[in-house]
């Protein structure tokens, strides 16, 4: 079966700290309720927690690194659903539960399995 990967965009917070736990349950309820087709999921740290890695010279190039996001924005990437859907119109009405859809914005990418 096709999977598609929910890519949800939210405010930039740390979803540890108490202020979120009562809209962090709504995300948990989101994933029990569609256990059956979530394969995987994850919520991300702050942007401020990440490293950008660029190649300068392209491939066998010098790495480089960055502290922090890649670009300020008002909303950030802060965290992915892995969803098995028979075709991108069920994925969609799936991604549409996920409650960064009622505030943010979720995208919804076809996977391309790796073999």
Do not use: C, N
């Not at 979120?20 to 991300?44: G, I, K, N, P, T």
């Not at 960055?66 to 098995?84: N, R």
Request: charged share 25%; hydrophobic share 45%; glycine share 6%.
């Amino acid at each position: 079966m096709p999977q598609y990967l929910a890519l949800t965009y939210t405010a930039d917070v740390d979803w540890r700290d108490p202020e979120h736990a009562a809209e962090l349950a709504e995300y948990r309820e989101f994933a029990q309720e569609h256990a059956d087709r979530l394969r995987a999921s994850a919520v991300l740290h702050p942007t401020a927690t990440a490293t950008v890695v660029r190649v300068e010279g392209a491939r066998g190039g010098k790495i480089v690194t960055t502290d922090g996001p890649y670009a300020e924005t008002k909303e950030a990437l802060t965290g992915y659903y892995l969803i098995e859907a028979a075709d991108l119109d069920e994925a969609v009405a799936t991604a549409a539960r996920i409650p960064a859809a009622w505030g943010g914005a979720v995208e919804v990418r076809p996977v391309i399995a790796a073999r």
